[in-house]
């Protein structure tokens, strides 16, 4: 059974930063893609952001140019570094790790609420 277990979030002012991070039971290198997702009230899950293990990136367009994934091979860590917060991030963020076969596992997730 693998865990992913996030943390970082809390309560920013907007215009903050946060960093999330995501520790994983085993090499994040099993995994074809890692991620974060978030999932605001009365809202669906949508993805934030993605990097492959050749470490190729994707955003969302609401959040392009304002958070970096990352990730350490070596730590078994993956990151999500948010700068520019507004209320509209405000959401629980989830981690995310996709197998090659597309199994995914998921994090219990961790709130991230933006001030205005």
């Known amino acids: 059974q693998v865990e992913l277990v996030e943390s970082g979030g809390g309560l920013v002012q907007a215009g903050g930063s946060l960093r999330l991070s995501c520790a994983a039971s085993r090499s994040i290198r099993s995994f074809n893609s890692m991620g974060w997702y978030r999932q605001a009230p009365g809202k669906q899950r949508e993805l934030v952001a993605t990097i492959t293990r050749g470490d190729n990136t994707n955003y969302v367009d609401s959040v392009r140019g304002r958070f970096i994934i990352s990730r350490d091979n070596a730590a078994d860590m993956v990151y999500l570094q948010m700068n520019g917060l507004k209320p509209e991030d405000t959401a629980v963020y989830f981690c995310?790790?996709?197998?090659?076969?597309?199994?995914?596992?998921w994090g219990q997730g961790t709130q991230v609420t933006v001030s205005s």
């Open positions: 995310n790790g996709r197998t090659i076969f597309q199994r995914e596992y």
